[in-house]
């Protein structure tokens, strides 16, 4: 049997291929990750983990300090004078520091066995693996996790088909958390993100499609939340990343398989991007024990179909501001509804209702 350098090669060190790398790890393999950065590694991403995140989590065996942040049990939409919520029920989410997240992961990665190779960027494929560097590593399986622009994927080939991207921006505050729910405001076209991650401190996120639009600038049009931010210290600079809806004809080709963002994205708009990689880092790690990459292919299609199909039906209520009142006032008037959307939007409940809720939001989608 020819001898490889490593069993997995891991180019991509974020959340994603840290995950990736455990996974695989869990099951035995050698594992190398390379990554040019050096952690703990940010990123303007909304720091809300769901609960089904939380059992990926935990399914990968990464601890979570309770230190790490805060605890919210659900989520609150408002809109003018809407106000909609529900909770998760008898879980609850984690909001967190990406860094602090990003540190968790190193550290399982670390203790699991996986090399870690920072600040070694990948230069190129070769027929058996990679160039990190200008060391040319051989693998059985590579692992490209390298983000939304993923140069594994174009160096590999893989079509993808994107939606026009929208843009996010991200600042924490030094203030006390005043819920104990993510919020989502919703304003024309944007959308603002509250996540308490810690005892004294806020995380504020702005989705919208302008490019020219900051935190600053979409406040006033929410004159309680300013009230609530004003005179709070910056305890972070605004940074900002893209947002998109991508989708692969496929994600394995030969032995390189695509996680996390290089395998196709959801809009940020429903808070999974996260729970996304961790779930594909579980069914890529059991296809890679099987030895056989269709099992992920498969498994892939299924972890991004709800998701898809909530960031579809999200998007049109950005869209259509006349819907999303109506939709808004539906809600109100019926609680339950809200409820019930949000147990499917993080998996938790049985099929038969995920389908009939899967059914009436295509049929919304299709009236509108």
Request: with cysteine; aromatic share 8%; hydrophobic share 45%.
């Amino acid at each position: 049997m020819r001898q490889f350098d490593t069993d997995v090669l891991v180019i991509g060190g974020g959340p994603a291929g840290l995950a990736a790398a455990i996974a695989a790890r869990r099951h035995g393999f050698r594992v190398t990750l390379a990554e040019p950065a050096h952690p703990p590694i940010d990123k303007a991403c909304g720091e809300g983990l769901m609960p089904d995140a939380l059992s990926a989590l935990a399914a990968l065996g990464v601890p979570l300090p309770a230190e790490m942040g805060l605890p919210f049990r659900g989520i609150r939409f408002l809109d003018g004078e809407i106000s909609v919520e529900a909770g998760f029920g008898r879980s609850c989410g984690l909001a967190a520091r990406r860094t602090k997240l990003h540190r968790a992961l190193t550290e399982c990665a670390a203790e699991a066995g996986v090399e870690l190779r920072w600040g070694t960027a990948a230069q190129g494929l070769t027929p058996d693996g990679a160039v990190l560097g200008e060391e040319p590593v051989s693998c059985r399986w590579l692992i490209g996790a390298d983000g939304g622009a993923s140069r594994v994927r174009s160096w590999a080939g893989f079509k993808i088909w994107e939606r026009r991207a929208r843009y996010g921006f991200r600042r924490h505050y030094q203030t006390a958390p005043w819920t104990d729910m993510v919020e989502v405001h919703w304003g024309p076209g944007f959308q603002i993100y509250v996540a308490p991650v810690g005892p004294s401190e806020v995380e504020i996120a702005l989705l919208c499609r302008d490019p020219g639009l900051r935190i600053d600038d979409v406040l006033e049009y929410f004159p309680e939340l300013a009230a609530r931010l004003a005179g709070a210290p910056h305890l972070s600079l605004e940074r900002g990343g893209i947002s998109a809806m991508r989708k692969l004809p496929s994600v394995t080709q030969g032995h390189i398989a695509l996680l996390g963002d290089a395998s196709g994205a959801v809009d940020a708009i429903t808070g999974q991007g996260m729970c996304l990689s961790f779930q594909q880092a579980l069914a890529l790690a059991d296809a890679l024990a099987a030895g056989n990459l269709e099992g992920y292919e498969i498994a892939h299609r299924r972890i991004m179909r709800r998701p898809r199909l909530m960031a579809n039906f999200l998007l049109l209520l950005d869209q259509h501001p006349r819907a999303r009142a109506e939709v808004m006032r539906r809600f109100e008037r019926h609680p339950g509804l809200f409820t019930a959307l949000l147990a499917y939007h993080v998996g938790a409940v049985s099929r038969a209702v995920q389908r009939l809720i899967g059914q009436a939001a295509r049929k919304s989608a299709a009236m509108y």
